[in-house]
């Protein structure tokens, strides 16, 4: 039976570095036909490390990359990338406590200006789903409004598991998104005249 690909043409070109996939368009084989063909041995594929998969980048092809990368608006070292704002501060009894966003840290700054003091409460457990779990509030401001900063989406996500907790605990949770972080509302809300 006569073959219609020449394999020794096909290994020629495979040890001149092109890939299966180019060879396959240089002949017209397909890349299935080009894989049993390898599989039975007919032609010899490099292995990783001979296909060079393990080569490393120059410290010169690196720099370069990382021009091309910010050139076109990607990467570059940015301090906050991933990561929300946190900064250590005294709550009212002194204690140093991390506060881990910049809504916490917002809001304690608003909380310090009107003299309302606040602490970093312990956690309150609950169980939602039949699991057994510790909710942490941010703050517990003058030891009767549990506090939790929140952006818009986590907002609606953590609705289920602020009403477990409210309920189950005959606590309230008042949530403050980005637009009641405000001297204003704060006022309204936590002062007593």
């Known amino acids: 039976m006569k073959r219609k690909y020449d394999v020794e043409q096909i290994q020629a070109l495979y040890d001149s570095g092109l890939s299966l996939r180019a060879i396959s368009k240089e002949v017209g084989i397909s890349l299935i036909r080009l894989a049993q063909l390898s599989k039975r041995g007919e032609i ?54 991390l506060l881990q966003s910049s809504y916490e840290i917002k809001l304690a700054d608003l909380l ?38 929140k952006n818009s989406y986590l907002v609606e996500k953590d609705k289920p598991k602020l009403q477990a907790v409210e309920e189950q605990n005959a606590v309230s949770v008042v949530v403050l998104g980005k637009n009641d972080l405000t001297e204003e509302r704060v006022k309204s809300l936590f002062m007593v005249l």
């Open 44 to 97: 010899k594929t490099r292995t990783p490390s001979e296909a060079g998969s393990n080569r490393r980048h120059t410290e010169e092809t690196k720099q370069k990359l990382r021009e091309l990368a910010l050139v076109q608006g990607f990467g570059g070292y940015n301090p906050n990338a991933g990561r929300s704002k946190r900064e250590y501060r005294e709550d009212a009894t002194g204690k140093r406590v």
């Open 112 to 149: 310090d200006r009107l003299k309302i003091k606040w602490i970093r409460p312990e956690a309150i457990p609950y169980v939602l789903d039949g699991k057994r779990r510790r909710y942490y509030p941010d703050f517990l401001v003058d030891n009767r409004f549990y506090v939790d900063t």
